[in-house]
């Protein structure tokens, strides 16, 4: 497992790092569209819409990117969009995690299909739009996003239990504890931190230069908050479809929604808060 986890890991990189450094988001933004297509299809599986109905769903997601991308959307200011579609995945991630693994089968079918395709297409426009703004500017949100994961598990595994009485979210993942959301963020703010210290035009430059360093701190406390959400439903999907892993399209990681389900809140929200 580990050495299909490490040969895919490198794989990975060997084509993501050369689209992300290009000289235009041309192909970066290419292959997110790819992967995001991916996740549609795993989100039509996860959802029991069927091989032919899964790939539909990839193609729409498809569709809908490229004419955002056709239509010029990368290189607009979408304030409004932003502001919608963070104030959903607020209030719609919360309502998800409070109703439990027994309250997603109880939402429509097709209530269920449509809002994953949304998710999916405004994760894409974000990390699009990210890339428009600049590499560093993107790798910031996307930093983020990992330290929060990797402090997290860390002080999940070092101090789980120690502080608190009960699990975060015993019934959607049972390995996640309180004390890791806690190192999570504490490792975001210390991340934060240096890279505004370092300068260069980042989430958290542009962040403090608009808000002030306070409001800074607690924004991206609040992204790493968001980033366990995204994980959570996630969650929540595969344990209501009796899964493990979204699919097996990434061997020794899972699927493709195993691997952004932390960004898919966590992106749009990151441009909500620089273009307010």
Known sequence: MLKQRVITAIVLLAILLPALFYKTPVPFCALALLMIAAGAWEWGRLNTFGSMGSLGLAALSVLACGLSWYGGLLEKPLPLLWAVAGAAWVLAGGWLLRSGVAGW?????????????????LAW?????????????????????????????????????RFSKGKLAPS???GKSWEGVWGGMAGVVALALAWSFWGGDT??????????????????IFLAAMSVVGDLVE???KRSAGVKDSSGLLPGHGGVLDRVDALLPTLPLAMMLVTL
């Open 203 to 220: 989430l958290y430059r542009q962040l403090t230069q608009r808000h002030g360093m306070a409001l800074m701190l607690l924004a991206v």
């Open 125 to 161: 426009l974000a990390i699009a739009q990210a890339r428009v703004m600049g590499v560093e500017f993107l790798l910031s949100v996307l930093v983020l996003v990992w330290v929060a994961d990797i402090f997290a598990y860390f002080a999940g595994r070092s101090f789980g239990g």
């Open 105 to 121: 089968s109880h939402i429509p079918k097709a209530l269920r299909l449509a809002g994953g395709l949304v998710a999916l297409w």
């Open 235 to 237: 969650s929540l999907v």
């Open 172 to 174: 959607i993942s049972p």
